[in-house]
């Protein structure tokens, strides 16, 4: 490239796509079926929870932001909580966003894997898998979040077929009654929900430094936060309503077999294909962007400005190797996902911005 | 209406900075001749059945009287250049210097005046010289013979450079959206009909690009996400066929880049004949004596027809190499390997700039108030404009601190 | 630099393309499957018949086959487990079998009775068949169905499928998806239904009659057409159907079509037992009259409609009988009702309901209408002298007035 190197700038709209791109795909993949095994007919409301909860953090993220301009978290938790506790913070948050690139791409390996080539290697997906994502952060978060706005289009025309094919199986006596179980399995689900956004939720603090108008960045990110959950939570409807709470609950993939039992008309009988191009975008721009964010975390620890190309390979090297040990036993991954992930996410996605916030009202800043 | 004022007062302050060499003079003061309309002969590669029939000529006088004569404003600059240590060929960049971003304006005459070389052929070897990418298969800039269209475009801020001894002038800097932009659209009298032609010409570009490797992957993966009925057609032209699916998606576009090549190639009276005829009596004898599936067949010429609804020649060229790589990727993985070569051209396009100008804009860095005459056609009485080429925030927006 | 990352690529793609393709399989050495036939043997052993379609018979392709061949091919094997017993297919299928265009799947009553768990197991858990394929119970064996050479389509399998989707114009069989059937398979106090398919005798055609319920993974009986229509209205699925009734004057048949139908099911609490009410309202077309009254009297037509809701009440309380004493099983889901309408007492008695609901009381009110009766206005009797004078002179009187 020639042209004038110029610091990466994202547009607030842009910014919205972005949260709102990286927010729906995991969430769909496993969260589904984890969920309702958690509250079975009333998963849907734990999702809404899930959104409102990612809400309030978001706007944490985003007040403590902005009293350090300029500055992402990994950048100005030293200068908040203390310099070896921040630099501990931020290292944490770059395994944090690792953890949950390797998600991202261990889902969408699965889907390929489990769904459409059963025969393939999985070691080949997840490389050329990886290999794209490292192309992305090579490119950086602007071309990223330019291309989350292909990536929502994507999104929308995905839902608008899943509607149409869900129009002729509306059942409300699926959904019904609300409030079944009571609310205990539906708060469970409602963290499951939020454990499944947290890293990306994180990824609100990464990027803000990145925003055009840094004093409007909550509109956006609202729009973005309410556009991705309905996306969700709409798929959380339309898998209650097509396959019910129990054959839901039965599979690993729920969003994947809900699309299984779609048709809009004998013509159009099945969706994987649209399911894993569409949906695709909104994946990689999720995979790419918490990538960046882990290879930014650990740089800016150490002070490192421009991202070079060996934190970009080895950051490449460790997501792959991470996928293939530890998703290739399909098992173990979502025994992971179901149990333990839960403990270690929560205290991270809720317990550093209240800790930052809290830091920010003591200080005064 | 507001922005534009804004943008004029806002510019007229570097253009004093700007033309600090005294070379920018308006084009009207130059040492223009008024050369008589020479006859050019019709090579319209931007065909349109309304607007101007005239065309730039290899003269370069000529072209820029062309200009003077649409633009008759004295903001419209003119900025001179010898190139080539042997030629020293004329190449002169035009621009309005009261639209025309002044960042882009220094950028471009920094490049051509960078140029080293003995002798410049024609405007390609500037467009090559000048362009962000040139491994990139997308070309970053446009070229036009089309006075109505260099006047648009300069209209838009856009910057054009001509090049003694060519007729095709370069418009830089370029969106996508520019090159996939006809004049037909502009001159099309209800914006309904113009924006569906539009849009017909990006699912046009989508089908060229991705039809064969989706029919690829599809067949030799996944059958199972066909129609039954379709299946069941596909699968019957294929029964005694010798070679898969992608061999034979392979050898058909191979087949029909032949013959294009052949049709330009051959003298135009009996060209098009001729390569009807042999392109009809191949596929057909291909097809009966089960050497080919009928479905290839259908699948390659769609896809070649719909390279045709990208108005743009380099464009489109590269379109048509995309295809054998989607292909590629689809016989290789399948419908995972359509979806990782579609996002990664996607990236790519995202990931490129013109001058600084995002190749999407306005769609990918989104700026919906940009979209009435690039993504769609606005209904409007005069000529819409908008931000697309306003310059990007400089450094100094972001502080350290 | 750039030479030497273009052939590392092309090192790359070479490699991969030796060692690439893992998953690619030709469509035209693929067996398609239509329909699945499951049966148990003497033995114990798993009997799967599957029919498979022969595509190039579809077609009028050069390449495809003659018009006497026949389009579909039936071959079965037997295992320990339906997986086994598919790959012993292996062994003498020239082509792989391929399952995901499979239409419907039949299981024998043997099978049937013995248990399912696995045939619902083994096709969901399979990511190539989809959610959506048919379920059918035969009286007897399953393979023997999927013999049957139909009238009208070239595969038994698209007679079936087509068979049950022309079901929604009888209301005599309960037609359901896997995703559904599993749904109730899987959810408590809830027990499937299923079609019931049987071969006439006669000819060489099958017919959809009845539904055949059961209990958890056992077939526990069966419904005749009767019991199975007010099976549809009691679950809300009843589009259509003919009501053969006699005429309430002189007792000659009559049919009214049955265009609207809704039941509301209210539950209470009489103590311990629950109480359903089940208001019906239906509305009718009459689509043929045999008998001689008009009915364009109010008063007849009051006395038809009262006919019709004895009929509809009929069909209800056969299947509210035949679920309550016959079979046993709570089938036409009441406890939904009492689950969404008394949920936190549903949580307490949900053990006890298999018992409990023995002992429910269930009322069942029906409304009918009769709002059209299609395209006359009288009965089609021949019109005497005396009438036709009558109905001209009340007709020119309705105009002078």
């Excluded at chain 3, 069909?315 to 009492?338: C, R, W």
Aim: charged share 20%.
């Amino acid at each position: 490239m020639k042209s004038p190197d110029k610091q990466a700038v994202i547009t607030n709209t842009q910014f919205g796509a972005l949260v709102s791109s990286i927010l729906w795909p995991t969430i769909i993949g496993y969260g589904g079926g984890i969920m309702a095994r958690e509250a079975g007919r009333d998963m849907w409301i734990g999702g809404i929870l899930g959104i409102v909860n990612s809400l309030i953090l978001a706007f944490i993220l985003i007040y403590v932001g902005g009293k350090f301009p300029g500055k992402t978290i990994v950048e100005y938790c030293p200068k908040l909580v203390g310099f070896i506790p921040g630099k501990a913070l931020g290292l944490l948050l770059c395994l944090y966003f690792l953890f949950g690139a390797y998600q991202s791409v261990a889902i969408y390996v699965h889907h390929m894997n489990d769904f459409l080539l059963t025969e393939t290697p999985f070691a080949v997906i997840t490389v050329i898998y990886v290999l794209v994502v490292c192309y992305l952060v090579w490119h950086g978060p602007e071309v990223i979040a330019r291309l989350s706005v292909i990536g929502i289009a994507a999104a929308l025309v995905f839902s608008f077929l899943v509607f149409l094919a869900t129009l002729q199986e509306i059942n409300f006596d699926r959904i019904l009654p609300l409030l079944d179980m009571g609310l205990a399995p539906i708060a469970n689900a409602g963290l499951t929900a939020t454990s499944f956004i947290g890293p990306n939720i994180l990824v609100i603090a990464m990027v803000l430094p990145l925003v055009k108008v840094k004093e409007k960045a909550g509109r956006p990110a609202a729009a973005g936060l309410l556009l991705g959950g309905i996306l969700f939570t709409f798929y959380f409807i339309a898998e209650l309503m097509v396959m019910g709470p129990h054959v839901t609950a039965l599979m690993r993939v729920a969003c994947m077999d809900l699309v299984r039992s779609l048709q809009i008309t004998q013509y159009l009988h099945r969706f994987e294909s649209f399911m894993v191009t569409l949906w695709y975008w909104s994946m990689l721009v999720q995979a790419g962007i918490l990538t960046y964010c882990a290879v930014q975390a650990f740089q800016q620890i150490f002070g490192l400005k421009k991202i070079n190309i060996i934190s970009v390979v080895t950051t490449g090297i460790l997501l792959g190797g991470l996928t293939y040990v530890f998703a290739f036993n399909r098992t173990l991954f979502l025994n992971f996902l179901e149990g333990p992930w839960d403990y270690i996410s929560l205290p991270v996605y809720t317990g550093i911005p209240v800790l930052l916030l809290t830091f920010c009202l003591i200080r005064r800043r | 209406m507001l922005d534009f004022f804004r943008k004029k007062k806002h510019i007229s302050i570097d253009k004093t900075a700007m033309s600090g060499e005294g070379n920018n003079k308006p084009c009207m003061e130059g040492e223009i001749t008024q050369v008589p309309l020479i006859d050019v002969t019709s090579r319209d590669l931007q065909q349109t059945l309304r607007g101007t029939k005239a065309r730039f000529s290899e003269n370069i006088d000529y072209n820029i009287s062309i200009l003077t004569h649409r633009l008759p404003s004295r903001e419209l600059l003119c900025q001179r250049f010898h190139i080539g240590t042997l030629s020293q060929t004329r190449v002169v960049m035009v621009y309005l210097g009261d639209t025309a971003n002044p960042g882009i304006v220094s950028e471009i005459k920094d490049r051509i005046g960078a140029i080293k070389t003995k002798t410049v052929m024609d405007s390609i070897y500037i467009e090559r010289n000048i362009e962000d990418s040139h491994i990139s298969p997308f070309p970053q800039v446009e070229t036009s013979q089309r006075p109505d269209v260099t006047e648009s475009a300069l209209l838009q801020g856009r910057i054009a450079v001509f090049v003694d001894g060519s007729p095709d002038v370069i418009l830089a800097p370029t969106t996508f959206f520019d090159l996939m932009d006809t004049p037909d659209d502009a001159y099309m009298r209800w914006p309904v009909a113009a924006s569906f032609y539009r849009a017909a010409r990006y699912i046009m570009f989508l089908i060229a690009a991705s039809l064969p490797a989706l029919y690829v992957a599809l067949t030799s993966y996944n059958p199972e996400m066909f129609p039954t009925k379709l299946l069941w057609l596909i699968v019957a032209s294929r029964e005694e066929t010798p070679f898969p699916i992608y061999i034979e998606a392979f050898i058909m576009m191979g087949i029909i880049e032949a013959i294009r090549m052949m049709m330009i190639r051959i003298p135009t009276q009996v060209g098009a004949t001729i390569a009807l005829l042999s392109g009809i009596t191949l596929v057909i004898a291909g097809i009966f004596s089960n050497f080919i599936g009928a479905g290839v067949v259908v699948i390659a010429t769609l896809s070649m027809i719909s390279s045709f609804g990208i108005p743009n020649f380099d464009l489109r060229i590269s379109i048509r190499i995309i295809q054998f790589f989607t292909v590629s990727m689809a016989t290789l993985f399948g419908i995972f390997g359509f979806a990782v070569s579609a996002f990664a051209i996607g990236a790519h396009m995202a990931s490129l700039k013109s001058f600084g100008i995002p190749f999407m804009a306005p769609l990918a860095p989104l700026e919906p108030s940009g979209w009435g005459h690039t993504v769609f056609r606005q209904s409007s009485e005069t000529m819409p404009l908008d931000e697309t080429y306003k310059p990007l925030p400089a450094k100094g927006d972001f502080d350290e601190g | 630099m750039e030479r030497k990352l273009f052939l590392i690529i092309l090192m790359l793609c070479c490699s991969l393309f030796i060692a690439g393709c893992w998953n690619s399989r030709e469509i035209d050495q693929l067996a398609f499957v239509m329909g699945i036939g499951l049966d148990k043997t003497q033995e114990g052993n798993i009997k799967i018949t599957v029919q498979v379609a022969k595509p190039s018979t579809f077609s009028k392709s050069p390449s495809g086959g003659s018009d006497n061949e026949k389009s579909f091919w039936v071959a079965s094997s037997e295992g320990k487990t339906i997986f086994e017993a598919i790959r012993n297919m292996a062994t003498f299928s020239s082509r792989r079998i391929f399952w995901a265009h499979n239409k419907v799947i039949i299981i024998g009553e043997k099978m049937a009775r013995d248990d399912i768990s696995e045939i619902l197991d083994f096709f969901c858990r399979n990511p190539e068949l989809r959610l959506r394929t048919w379920i059918a119970v035969t009286p007897g064996e399953a393979g023997k169905i999927l013999e049957r050479e139909p009238g009208m389509e070239k595969d038994p399998s698209s007679a079936i499928e087509n068979v049950i989707n022309q079901t929604v114009w009888t209301g005599k069989c309960y037609r359901v998806m896997l995703k559904d059937f599993l749904e109730d398979y899987l959810s408590t106090a809830t027990y499937p239904v299923a079609a019931r398919i049987v071969s006439k005798d006669d000819s060489s055609n099958i017919k959809m009659s009845g539904s055949a319920v059961f209990n958890q993974n056992k077939l526990a009986g069966w419904l005749n057409e009767k019991e199975t229509r007010g099976l549809l209205w009691l679950k809300g699925q009843l589009s259509s159907s003919i009501m053969v009734i006699p005429c309430p004057l002189d007792g000659r048949p009559l049919s009214i079509e049955l265009i609207g139908s809704k039941a509301d099911i209210k539950s209470e609490f009489d103590g311990q037992i629950p109480r359903f009410t089940v208001d019906a309202l239906a509305s009718g077309n009459l689509s043929e009259q045999a008998c001689q009254t008009d009915f364009t009297n109010m008063d007849n037509l009051r006395k038809l409609e009262k006919a019709l809701a004895s009929a509809i009440k009929d069909d209800l309380e056969s299947v509210t009988k035949a679920a309550q004493t016959g079979i046993g099983l709570d089938f036409p889901g009441y406890n939904h009702y009492l689950h969404r309408q008394h949920k936190d007492r549903w949580h307490e008695l949900v053990e006890k309901w298999p018992g409990l609901f023995k002992k429910a009381d269930i009322i069942i009110h029906v409304k009918a209408m009769i709002p059209r009766e299609t395209l006359f206005a009288r009965p089609l009797n021949p019109v005497k002298h005396n009438n036709v004078n009558k109905i001209r002179i009340e007709a020119s009187n309705e105009i002078t007035r």
